[in-house]
């Protein structure tokens, strides 16, 4: 199935644009670093939109739990810090609430 891979390359569209701004705001980065976060949350948008989900509030209801473990992966990653016990029980609730929504028999 392509949707979980649509979902996490989106996840990592939009965590890196949203990183971007933080960076620069945050961290104070060059401003410079704005417009490559803007053309990432464009991407993210338009990765979104390419998921097999027939509503659009179902496919990202979906995208949510896979979001949120991308973002631990993106702290452990990028931000070298490990998630804790308590991120990943978290993450793995969302993700298996995001496979029932993504999954689950439909009727017609």
Do not use: H
Request: with cysteine; net charge neutral.
């Amino acid at each position: 199935m392509l949707t979980p891979l649509l979902y996490v390359a989106a996840a990592l569209a939009e965590i890196a644009g949203c990183f971007a701004f933080w960076s620069w705001w945050r961290l104070d980065k060059p401003l410079g670093w704005l417009l490559p976060g803007l053309l990432s949350l464009a991407l993210f948008a338009w990765l979104l939109s390419l998921s097999d989900a027939d509503y659009a509030g179902r496919a990202y209801a979906a995208y949510g739990g896979v979001y949120i473990a991308t973002s631990l992966t993106w702290l452990w990653l990028v931000e070298q810090r490990a998630p804790d016990r308590w991120d990943l029980m978290g993450a793995s609730l969302c993700l298996a609430g995001a496979a029932i929504i993504l999954l689950g028999p439909r009727s017609a």
